[in-house]
């Protein structure tokens, strides 16, 4: 795909949220170092690229302090493009209201649209004199397109924008699918990396077909859309031919795979092809969904060697009212019976779980109660968050009763309590010999270790020992010397098991 016509520039990603938009930004990386773009700070940057989320207040507001900062930049530099994706990026209401607020947003863009980077950069960009902005007159249904787009993309809305001149730039509209059109996958054409990293990620499911009460991922990512296992083992396959060890299947609700395909393969079918994949060593997968989880697919699951014992099942809540009001799907008893069958079928996999609190009505009892079941289950790890108002959504019709102190007490309520459990869980592991992938060098308070997870997703820290080299995607026994709630501290005891 390699295109030379386009003069290369220096670009940066800044990324927040979840696995998904890591992902995301991970493919857009693939395509600018395709095209012979240089990796760099904001500061030194040609193309900013942001990729947003919308899932929690905090994320976004971190977002629109750099879109404000970025205007302000832009006014004294004519060789930089702002790109805007992520779930800030919803229906054309939302890009407009987004486009009047920042004018010198150049690009919006979502991951399903991102083979459109090479025509974009090659219209919008070029490095004479150090001044990138090029001027595009409007481009009339008569006129050809500068590159042709395939049938099945949609092409992304392109920001109307004034340069520093005051001349107004007008870009392609954007082409609005038919009703009912089904853009299902991510561009085929993108390369990875020239180098992958040990841990990689593959989304498989797009969207969501949920409809929690306080979640705006279906407003802004659409609807449930699995990838078809021939693209996937497509893409698994030049990850580990470029380096990746392990690969972390993404999807909102996991287990929702192939629901929407011809012939309804499951999770456990793609895990059974991508476990032939000679060089992949692990695989691993989030976010599950309980009422998804068949008894078939986990025990198949667990027959998998290179399946990692770990599930992440969100419950958010232990009250049935508050589930109710929340529209998850499922009665407090129906997952506590999900996460018994699990543990009998897979007794070696470890549970994390999400939590939100001080949800819209939810009372002191059933807080109360949300503690008692996480107490009863007793995860290795709990991700909580107070409650933000995302709007757009059915909850923000409604009225945020708890009061901000409240909402930060219960939180850390949570976090005691689990730190407490999540102890008590690790401590037995000390003196364990434990197979931990290395993912990085760690640097802290003086020291460094390398840094890695066991099977379990447990993370491990380790110096490095004087007579083996050691290095990124290798396995390494480590003998487990001390715990903490968050962490295994060891050291390398013989040759790893297998590299």
């Not at 395939?150 to 109307?160: G, L, R, S, Y």
């Not at 730190?419 to 869980?425: D, F, G, N």
């Amino acid at each position: 795909m390699t295109t030379t016509n386009i003069p290369r520039g220096k670009y940066h990603i800044w990324t927040v949220g979840c696995q998904m938009n890591q992902a995301d930004s991970q493919r857009i990386q693939a395509i600018l170092e395709d095209l012979g773009w240089e990796e760099t700070g904001m500061d030194q940057a040609n193309l900013v690229v942001l990729n947003t989320c919308s899932v929690r207040q905090a994320p976004e507001e971190k977002a629109h302090n750099l879109l404000a900062q970025l205007k302000r930049v832009k006014e004294k530099r004519d060789d930089l493009l702002v790109a805007l994706m992520g779930c800030m990026i919803g229906k054309q209401k939302t890009i407009d209201e987004l486009s009047k607020r920042y004018p010198h947003i150049d690009l919006f863009m979502k991951v399903e649209q991102a083979d459109i980077l090479p025509r974009f950069l090659e219209e919008r960009w070029t490095p004479i004199s150090g001044a990138g902005c090029l001027d595009i007159e409007f481009m009339d249904n008569e006129q050809p397109a500068a590159t042709p787009v395939a049938p099945a993309q949609i092409t992304p809305t392109f920001a109307t924008s004034f340069n520093r001149t005051g001349k107004r730039t007008v870009l392609p509209m954007a082409i609005v699918p038919k009703p009912g059109e089904r853009v299902a996958h991510y561009p085929t054409n993108i390369p990875p990396q020239a180098h992958a990293k040990p841990t990689a990620w593959l989304p498989i499911v797009l969207g969501c077909n949920k409809v929690c009460t306080y979640c705006i991922v279906p407003y802004r990512r659409g609807r449930e859309r699995s990838r078809p296992i021939d693209e996937l083992m497509v893409e698994a396959r030049t990850l580990v031919d470029k380096g990746a060890k392990e690969l972390t299947l993404l999807g909102q609700t996991i287990e929702a795979y192939g629901l929407d395909l011809p012939g309804q393969p499951n999770l456990a079918d793609l895990m059974e092809s991508l476990s032939e994949i000679e060089g992949l060593k692990r695989i691993r997968f989030m976010t599950s969904y309980p009422r998804h989880m068949t008894d078939d697919m986990i025990r198949r699951m667990a027959a998998m060697p290179k399946v990692c014992e770990h599930l992440n099942i969100p419950v958010q809540a232990g009250h049935n009212d508050t589930l109710k009001r929340m529209k998850r799907g499922y009665t407090i008893e129906e997952y506590c019976e999900r996460i018994d069958r699990v543990r009998e079928l897979w007794p070696k996999a470890s549970l994390s779980t999400d939590i939100i609190v001080g949800f819209c009505g939810e009372t002191e009892e059933e807080f109360q109660t949300t503690l008692d079941m996480l107490a009863k289950i007793r995860f290795d790890v709990v991700h909580v968050a107070a409650y933000s108002v995302r709007p757009g959504t059915v909850a923000a019709r409604w009225e945020d009763d708890i009061p901000l102190a409240e909402k930060k007490r219960r939180l850390h309520a949570v976090e005691e309590q689990q730190a407490r459990i999540a102890l008590e869980i690790n401590q037995p592991l000390v003196g364990s010999i434990e197979e931990v992938m290395v993912e990085e060098i760690n640097t802290s308070r003086g020291l460094q270790q390398w840094k890695g997870r066991n099977r379990t997703n447990k993370l491990v820290f380790f110096p490095a020992p004087d007579d083996r080299d050691i290095k990124p995607g290798d396995l390494v026994n480590v003998r487990i010397e001390r715990a903490t709630a968050w962490s295994l501290q060891g050291c390398a005891v013989a040759e790893p098991s297998f590299t």
